[in-house]
């Protein structure tokens, strides 16, 4: 008996969100072939934090239960997280603050399960930076170097929240310098005006979160998302280097974001993204969250991402139904013939 394994495609459809439930701030890992997709959500109902979803094809997904166990104090705010695999460990970064938004500091937890659950290492990261979130892992495929991207605060030039990045040593834990990456450069970034924050109103308040890194043809991509998330204008942007530490350019956004934006009275605010390969193997997929058009919940939508003479633009955002290719297995088993 002789078994052959062919590969074929097959076209499927998806109409976005492809969940219904609110899961803001969609983070998906592609991992031996399957997808694990975590984000800003209720408690799950084992009273862990964070949902994990699953998912076979990036379109029909699962709920599998809670990512976290949870935090001993009063924690309240438990925001963004996206996980690394590396050496057979699952490490997950994300942020957690008390009552207080802006005490968010980002931490480390681990699992060797994607499905965790994950258990924190007991520590703040970046501990000399007064707010982070956002955190982002990035291996540089040139040599192995993992970083992380992250959003802080700054009160220089547009102030308000900006990007930064650090190099990660063997524990996954920051160590070197903390530099400056992508800040605010238009004014479509702009969070709110006479905001008080630390006890001081500004002017203007802008807001540069949500990285997400990819090497494209000897290039780095940030892809950002800016302005205020519960607004109209809020979509992806990106910025340009030629190292993961910079310099960064960001020529592209002057009058707003070119990646991404959202469709009055369809789509509304859509961004921070992850970008994860399709079943096709091949083709990138921006994974993202946008309001409904009656501004209920935040939920979890995909579309491919492109590369064009401009840069990246994704083929979206989408409300009707779209299809996706994906490779199909079937094994067939052949007799040989008898003389």
Partial sequence: MQHVKLHTMETITYTNPVWDGYFADPFVLKHKGEYWAYGTSPNAPDS???QVLHSKNLINWQYVGGALEPLEGDFHYYWAPEVAYRNGTFWMYYSASDWEV???RLRLATSRNPQGPFRDSGEILLPQEDFTIDAHPFRDPRDGKWYLFFAKNYFEGRVGTGLAVVEL?????PCGEVRACLRASADWKIFGRDLTVYGQTWDAWHTVEGPSVIFHEGLYYCLYSGGNWEGEGYGVGFGVAEHPL???RDDWNFEGAVVLRGVPGQVL????NSVVIGPDNKTPYIVY???DA???ARRMCID????TAEGPRCQGPTWTPQTLTQVKAKTLNLRKNKR
């Fill in 269 to 272: 605010g859509p961004g921070h």
């Fill in 289 to 291: 969250h946008a309001w």
């Fill in 294 to 296: 009656a501004h209920t």
């Fill in 304 to 307: 491919p991402l492109i590369w």
């Fill in 169 to 173: 040593g063997d524990d996954m834990k």
């Fill in 102 to 104: 802006p005490n968010h």
């Fill in 48 to 50: 862990k934090r964070f």
């Fill in 246 to 248: 910079g310099p960064w």
